[in-house]
């Protein structure tokens, strides 16, 4: 028998890295929804918790959701970062509101945890958003820093060398392998691309700086860009024939095989109870 | 293709050949005498625009001399290095773009100073005499706002604007269709390429309302629509809220397009605008253009 609060000493004690209780603009990770006494009977997770994973989890039997979003649509800044992203809706707005109030439902009568694990697993030196997302793409061999005596997965070592091909071939191999339809592109779609360099969730434009210090590389492949940031400053080093393209996924691509990565660690020291990954699945669809 | 390659090489022969002097020669006369600066349109911009002028505001001159003649005026959504490149081509020295042109809401330069691409698109920008000018707060708090009266007008939704008290609620009662229709119809109109969709293709909508970029904006106005549309908003704020209604069994859709198919129409409007006291120069709308393309 293993309680949520058990479970959270479990992550904390295996996280390998000193455990953040609260980063200063967002959500703590920890116990978001239900009790910290609850007996787990299962646990799921997954990018978001959608209505959707909630009814699949508890249709499975477990009633314990790790997610890396909230379930309440925002990251709850205390202050908004930049209008990159919305403040969080007030309280009143959120219970007011029927869509709020209906997940809530389901959450309360049938006793579900909702549990965030987001900082403290990137804080990790591993990062296992992105070894999940370069598996899903099948990209293991060709990373560049594999074989190197370094850890592969360490956060800095983003860059993968791919037979090369046009940036709309590369783009289409992507889009077929993660079978996801909103892909975005910025770049010149004949333009080669060979060196690449992967990340997961929202690219800013410092990231962006940062992972192209290195040299030659062709294309970024990541999650989001601020359309008034990393997005136009792509299409300037574009039109300055300083790089080739920017690959966009969406959030939930670009982070979802991360959830399943986390499936697979906490196998590793949680026994008592079965654990599976319950992808939320893209939002979006796109007209033919 | 090289667009920027291409057309600097275009830039350099015509330079070469005097070709390029020519034109600016005939412009110069067609427009004899013009002394009219960047620093005067904003002057007169101030005076018409109907509302206070606040600061601090975004609404400022990015880069360039404003007091030095211009030839004439683009309006865009966004001043990135292939619009103004195209401005250029046009004729137009002075640029009024909606949004910033070095990659961060208030044009931070401290934080790309040392950055390469900031160093190339300042040296583009000084060599062509290039004046840029932002026109984003003021031009919203212009009554009506700019930006939806340029987008109710490309849409041809001007008769299906719902009158409302509050100023950012843009409501609209069309025709009924289905989404897939509608956005078709929007992705034609606002020469769109990357919009993205949640909600079942056939679902009938007739009330719609432009939520913004933001959660707090969605959750006032899904309960009185169909769809909502968005032009840009994180994708776990907008489509986790709106599938998460359409799994609670509510009938809802949401129109998630690019940032510059909800703005740049705007633009286009302030163009037509602007020719209503500025005639020294000729003013053109030149669009940014959809940042993205997607795969077939």
Aim: proline share 5%; hydrophobic share 40%; net charge negative.
């Amino acid at each position: 028998m293993i309680t949520s609060q058990q479970l959270i000493e479990q992550i904390q004690k295996n996280v390998g890295v000193p455990w953040q209780s609260q980063r200063s603009d967002g959500f703590s990770d920890g116990i978001l929804f239900g009790s910290s006494e609850t007996t787990i009977s299962g646990i799921v997770t997954t990018f978001t918790p959608t209505l959707d994973v909630l009814r699949k989890a508890f249709n499975s039997g477990k009633n314990t959701i790790i997610c890396r979003e909230a379930p309440t649509y925002s990251r709850g800044e205390r202050a908004p970062l930049f209008w990159r992203n919305g403040p969080a809706p007030s309280k009143e707005l959120l219970d007011n509101d029927p869509v709020w109030r209906a997940k809530q439902e389901f959450i309360s009568k049938n006793n579900l945890v909702i549990i965030r694990l987001f900082d403290n697993w990137d804080a990790r030196q591993k990062d296992g958003q992105l070894r999940g997302l370069s598996r899903a793409l099948g990209w293991d061999t060709f990373h560049l820093a594999r074989g190197t005596g370094e850890d592969t997965y360490d956060p800095r070592n983003v860059y993968f060398r791919l037979p090369t091909t046009s940036l709309n071939s590369f783009a289409e191999g992507i889009k077929k392998k993660l079978n996801v339809h909103g892909v975005r592109v910025i770049g010149k779609p004949d333009s080669s691309a060979s060196k690449v360099a992967l990340t997961h969730g929202l690219l800013l434009v410092a990231d962006a700086e940062r992972i192209l210090r290195e040299p030659d590389v062709d294309v970024i492949v990541t999650g989001d860009a601020v359309e008034w940031e990393a997005a136009p400053y792509f299409q300037d080093m574009v039109a300055a024939g300083k790089a080739k393209g920017l690959i966009l996924l969406g959030d939930e691509a670009s982070e979802e095989p991360g959830s399943g990565e986390m499936a697979e660690w906490l196998k590793g020291f949680v026994t008592e109870v079965p654990i599976e990954w319950i992808p939320a699945g893209e939002p979006f669809w796109v007209l033919s | 293709m090289s667009e920027m390659g291409l057309s600097r090489r275009k830039f350099c022969q015509l330079a070469g050949t005097g070709l390029l002097a020519a034109s600016r020669l005939a412009r110069a006369q067609s427009h004899s005498g013009s002394t009219l600066t960047a620093r005067e349109v904003v002057a007169r911009i101030k005076k018409n625009v109907g509302v206070p002028w606040h600061t601090p505001t975004a609404d400022e001159f990015k880069i360039g001399d404003p007091d030095a003649p211009i030839t004439g005026i683009t309006t865009t959504f966004m001043s990135t290095l292939d619009l103004l490149e195209r401005s250029i081509v046009a004729g137009n020295n002075f640029v009024i773009t909606h949004e910033p042109t070095f990659w961060s809401a208030a044009d931070v330069v401290s934080d790309v100073r040392d950055d390469p691409l900031y160093e190339y698109k300042v040296n583009f920008v000084l060599k062509n005499k290039i004046v840029v000018w932002r026109f984003h707060d003021h031009w919203h708090a212009h009554r009506p706002d700019g930006i939806f009266t340029g987008w109710n007008k490309t849409m041809g939704w001007e008769n299906y604007a719902v009158p409302a008290a509050n100023p950012f609620s843009h409501e609209y009662v069309i025709p009924e269709t289905s989404l897939e229709e509608l956005a078709r119809d929007m992705q034609t109109k606002l020469q769109t390429r990357s919009m993205r969709l949640v909600g079942d293709p056939k679902l009938r909508v007739t009330k719609l309302a432009h939520a913004g970029h933001y959660i707090q904006q969605c959750m006032q106005a899904l309960p009185n629509v169909d769809a909502l549309i968005v032009f840009e908003c994180r994708e776990w704020e907008a489509a986790e809220y709106v599938r998460d209604a359409i799994a609670s069994g509510q009938k809802k859709a949401l129109i998630q397009l690019p940032h510059e198919g909800g703005e740049e129409a705007g633009m286009d409007e302030c163009a037509r605008w602007l020719r209503t006291f500025v005639n020294e120069v000729p003013i053109k709308f030149i669009p940014s253009g959809d940042p993205f393309w997607m795969l077939a």
